[in-house]
C-alpha cells in the first residue's frame, strides 16, 4: 500500500467508527422519522439497518402526511375483504377501513390495501408497513399484549365451525373422532381444534397450510376429512370449491372468534379514531341514519343525530379530525348494518343472517357507546 | 528509507492495526442492531427473551419423529420441526445422488434414447420452478388417489389413498437394542473385510473373492441375531377404522411429495455437476485404461469416478445445502417442517419475531456448515487420491 495513503485510510475508517457510534445518539428524534415514513415502498422486511422503527410521530401525523391510509386486509375472503377483476377491494373489513379513511381525510377513496396472510399480519403491523390491521382477526389476550398491538373493537362476533362433505352423513363435530382436519397455520383456529378434539377425548390430525387458497383445494381433493375455520370464513371459502352443494357447514359453534380491528399499541389517539369509527357506523344504524338520508338528518332536531353528524359540539375535534367525520363515514360508506348487508347479508352469495351482529337492541352484540 | 522506519510502515503492524479497526467498525455495528432492535421492542411492548420456549404450545403437528402432545412446550415443537426438516433433507440428499448420478452417467450414454431421455429430464426438471413442482406433486397426486375407503390395495395388507400410503407394522418382540447392535456389527465387519481385501490386492495383487459379497453382513448379521435370540416378529396391518387407516407404518402425503420434488429437482442439478465432473477426465485417461485392458465398467468405476469426484464434490455440496434450505418451501404444502412449525405457527402464536427468526437462521446455519463440514471432510480425504 502507498504510505501517504495510509493516513487517509485510517481517518476514512475513524470516521466511519465515530459515525456509527455517534449514530444512535441523533438517530430516534424527529430527524429519522420521515426516512421510515417515506420508505413506502420499500420492503419493511428488508429493514435490517438499525433505523428506528417505531416513529416518535403519530400515525395519524404518518397518515396525514402520507395522504391515505394503509390497511392489512385478507388475501381474499369474499365478504370480508375481496378484491374484484380489477382490483378494488371491498366487504366488510374493507368499509372500516374506508370509514377510518372517511374520518381522517373525508374521502374514502384515500385508502390502501396490503393483503397479509394469517401469519404475516401481526409483523406487518408491528413493522409499521400498515396502519391498521382489518382482516378478520380474532381479538385475544396474547395479541392484545404480548403482541405489541390493541385491538380497538369488534365488527364481526364469530365462531369456529367445521365443514364436511355431504357424503360423510356427519351430523355433528362429536362424529368427527379420528378425522383429517384441514386449517390454516398461525391462526387461533389450529389452537381451538387443538383444544376441542382434546378436552373431548376425539383423536384428529391437523394439515396447516399457510394461505386459504390451499386449505380449500387439499378438502377439495379429499385430503381432509373435515375444514375447519372461522364460521363466516366456512361461508365464504365454501363458495371457491368446485360444488358447493356437496358439502355442510355442521352445527356446532367451537370457539368465540370476535373479529375486529387492531391497531399498534401506544397511539390512544390513532386507536381512537379507528375505534370511533366503527362505532359511528353502529349508532349510525341503531339512530336510523344511513347513507341515503344522511344529508336530510342533518337538519333533524334529534341531538343524538346531530352531534353523530357533527352538526352539534366538537367530537371530530376532539378525536383530532374534522368534525364532519362520521357524516363522510355514512355517506361515503354506509352504518353498520348497510355495510353488513352489501358484504356478507342474506341477499349476498354467503348469506348470513345478523345473528350475534344485530344491534344490542334486535337482540344482538353490536352496540356503540353515545357520541357525547 | 534508511532512517528508523515510522510505525506506518511496519506492515506488520499496519496491517494489525487495520483489522483491528475493521473488527471494531463490524463489532459495533452488530452492536447497534442489537441494541436498537430491543430498545424498539420494548419500546413497542412487544414481547422479548427465550421464555416462551417453555409455555406450552396448544396445537397439534401432523408427523412427530419424538413424542408431541398438544400439552408440550414451544420449545418440544421446535425439536419436531427440525427433526422433519432432518428427515427430508437426509433421505432427500440420499436420492438425489443415487438418481442424479444416474441421470449424470445417462445423459453421456452412447446410447441414443438413453442420453435424450436424460437430457429432458434434467432440462426440463431443472428450469420449472420448484414451488410449481412442489404444487404438482401435492396436488397432481392428491387427486389422482382414491379416498380412504376405496384405497387402492396390494393383497390386502398395504393400501394407498390420498391419506397417504400404509404398509403393515413390523413389530419386534424383543430386545430392539440387541438387533440395533447387531446391524452396528453388520456394518463394522463389513468394513473391515472391505479394507483387508484392498490392502491385500495392493500388496499382492491378488483379489479377494467375494468380497463384493461384504455389504451382504449388513443383513445377514441381524437375520441371524435374530434367529439365534428367538425373537419374534408380528406384523401388524393397516385397517381401516372411521375416517381412516389405523396402525402400522404410514408416510403422509406432504412428505412424500415434499421428497420427491426436492430430490427429482435436485438430481437434475446434480447430474449436471456430474456430467461435468466426467467431461472434465481427459480422455486420455479412458485410452490409457483401455489400453491396459480394462472393460469399461471397472473404467467408469476405478478411473473416471474417482478423477471426476475431486471436480463433482464441492458443487455437489452447494446442491446438498441447497436442498435443506429448499425443504422450508415444505409450509406451501403443509409439511411440518422447521419453517412451517416454528416461524411460522410458533411465531405466529408468540409474536416473538425477532427470536424465532434468529433461532431457525442460527439453525439452517448450524446445518450448512455441518453439511459443508462432512463434504469438505470428504473432499480433502478423495483429493488424496491424486498422485
Ligand atoms: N380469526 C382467526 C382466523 C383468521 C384466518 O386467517 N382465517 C382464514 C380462513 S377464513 C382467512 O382469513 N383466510 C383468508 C386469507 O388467508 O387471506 C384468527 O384471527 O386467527
Known sequence: MNNRLLPAVLALVVGLLAGFL?????????EAAPAVAASDDADPQAEAAPLPVVTSRSTLDLVRERGYVRCGVSQGLPGFSNPNDSGDWSGIDV??????????????????YTPLSAKERFTALQSGEIDVLTRNTTWSLTRDTALGLDFVGINYYDGQGFMVRKELGVKSVMELDGAVVCTNTGTTTELNVADFFRSNGLAYSIVAFEKSDEVVAAYDAGRCDAFTTDASGLYSERLKLADYNDHVVLPEIISKEPLGPAVRQGDDQWADIVRWSLFAMVEAEELGVTSKNAGDMRTTQNPAIRRLLGVEGAFGQNLGIPNDWAYKIITQVGNYGESFERGVGVNTPLGIPRGLNALWKDGGLQYSPPVR | MPSSPQPWNNPKLRAFAIQLAVLFVVGSFVWIIVDNTITNLQRQNIASGFGFLENPAGFGIALTLVDYTEQSSYGRALLVGFLNTLLVAVIGIFVATILGFTLGIARLSSNWLVAKIATVYIEVVRNVPLLLQLF???FAVLRALPLPRESLSLLEVAFLNNRGIYVPALLLEGNGLILGLSVLVGIVSAWLIGRYAKRRRLETGEIVKGVAFAPLLIFVVPVLAFLALDMGLKAEVPSLQGFGFKGGWSLIPEFVSLLLALSFYTAAFIAENVRSGILAVSKGQTEAARALGLKPTPILRLVIIPQALRVIIPPLTSQYLNLTKNSSLAVAIAYPDLVSVFSG???????????VIAITMTIYLSLSL?????MNWYNRHMALVER
Open chain 2, 136 to 138: 404438482f406433486w401435492y
Open chain 2, 370 to 374: 455441518f453439511t459443508s463440514l462432512v
Open chain 1, 95 to 112: 368499509d372500516l377501513c374506508r370509514a377510518v379513511a372517511a374520518a381522517v381525510f373525508g374521502d374514502a377513496d384515500k385508502s390502501r
Open chain 2, 345 to 355: 405457527t410458533v411465531l405466529n402464536q408468540t409474536g416473538q419475531a425477532v427470536e
Open chain 1, 22 to 30: 455517534l449514530y444512535p445518539m441523533f438517530a430516534g428524534g424527529d
